[in-house]
């Protein structure tokens, strides 16, 4: 995975939790007026009125999972040279990375970000193949439930993508042969445009009452299972240059992880 894809996780997630903590005052119903009139007559047409500052409700969490993603158009490739790739891509890949998000009134808005873990194809002797991705997105949500630390959000994400499969030799080789001829690796790099759509579950597992009527601050787990859909913004390139015969391709399939976190809701 090379830096650039780094840092774009990197900074979706960061700009994800700035905005969390910056529009992540949930407006939560008011109380209304004490019952206790004192010996003083109701006045309907009085505001109710409100005590104490609404808090903020916002959540941080690492996620790790997996992400069935479709290697079609490569493994065809591979296919059709099966002399040097006996096998196929796998199309499950472990994922590693974070989540932050606020709450404002019932919608969310936050970030995420995660990177695909490098798996390879089988190869011949002297010759390996790997693939390794990652994706970064602004998330935007809208809470279905939230009582007693127990929070439920479908979600739409928008943010972009990158994948990479290298190709390295591995043989033993001279010393003057590497000299001669230095490229002994190449890697195709392709990025994008991503969407996704996903399902949010998360409750306070450890933690005390907050602030907000119905809400719990403390340790989190949660669950996120969703779909992503890349657009390309170009074909596949090698080391920086166009490609011409390269198959179509989109970081698409569908995911589920488990994320362990802090927040409040």
């Known amino acids: 995975m090379n830096r650039l894809l780094?840092?774009?996780?990197?900074?979706?997630?960061?700009?994800?939790c700035s905005l969390?903590?910056?529009?992540?005052?949930?407006?939560?119903?008011?109380?209304?007026p004490s019952l206790d009139t004192a010996?003083?007559?109701?006045?309907?047409a009085a505001p109710a009125p409100t005590d104490g500052i609404t808090p903020k409700l916002a959540g941080l969490s690492v996620l790790g999972g997996v992400l069935l993603l479709d290697m079609g158009p490569v493994n065809d490739r591979l296919?059709?040279?099966?002399?040097?790739?006996?096998?196929?891509?796998?199309?499950?890949f472990p994922i590693l990375g974070g989540q932050g998000f606020g709450l404002f009134s019932r919608f969310l808005i936050g970030?995420?970000?995660?990177?695909?873990?490098?798996?390879?194809?089988?190869?011949?002797?002297?010759?390996?193949?790997?693939?390794?991705?990652?994706?970064g997105t602004f998330?935007?949500?809208?809470?279905?439930?939230?009582?007693?630390?127990?929070?439920?959000?479908?979600?739409?994400?928008?943010?972009g993508y990158g994948m990479s499969i290298t190709s390295t030799q591995t043989a033993e080789v001279g010393f003057n042969e590497v000299l001669g001829n230095p490229t002994r690796s190449v890697t195709l790099t392709n990025n994008g445009f991503l969407t996704g759509l996903s399902l949010v579950a998360k409750t306070?597992?450890?933690?005390?009452?907050?602030?907000?009527?119905?809400?719990?601050?403390?340790?989190?787990?949660?669950?996120?299972?969703g779909g992503l859909y890349g657009?390309?913004?170009?074909?596949?390139?090698?080391?920086?240059?166009?490609?011409?015969?390269?198959p179509s391709f989109g970081l698409r399939g569908g995911f589920a992880a488990l994320s362990l976190g802090v927040g409040t809701w």
């Open 6 to 16: 780094i840092r774009a996780i990197a900074l979706s997630t960061i700009l994800g």
């Open 79 to 92: 296919r059709e040279n099966r002399t040097q790739y006996p096998s196929d891509f796998p199309v499950v």
């Open 20 to 32: 969390s903590t910056r529009f992540a005052a949930a407006e939560e119903p008011l109380k209304g």
């Open 204 to 225: 306070i597992l450890i933690g005390r009452r907050g602030q907000v009527p119905g809400a719990r601050s403390g340790y989190s787990l949660g669950l996120r299972v």
């Open 139 to 159: 998330d935007f949500g809208y809470q279905l439930l939230r009582v007693n630390g127990f929070l439920i959000a479908p979600v739409l994400s928008l943010g």
């Open 111 to 135: 970030g995420s970000g995660a990177g695909l873990l490098s798996r390879s194809a089988d190869e011949t002797t002297g010759h390996r193949v790997s693939a390794s991705g990652a994706w």
């Open 231 to 246: 657009f390309p913004v170009h074909g596949w390139r090698a080391d920086g240059a166009a490609v011409s015969g390269d």
């Open 39 to 44: 010996g003083k007559p109701l006045n309907a």
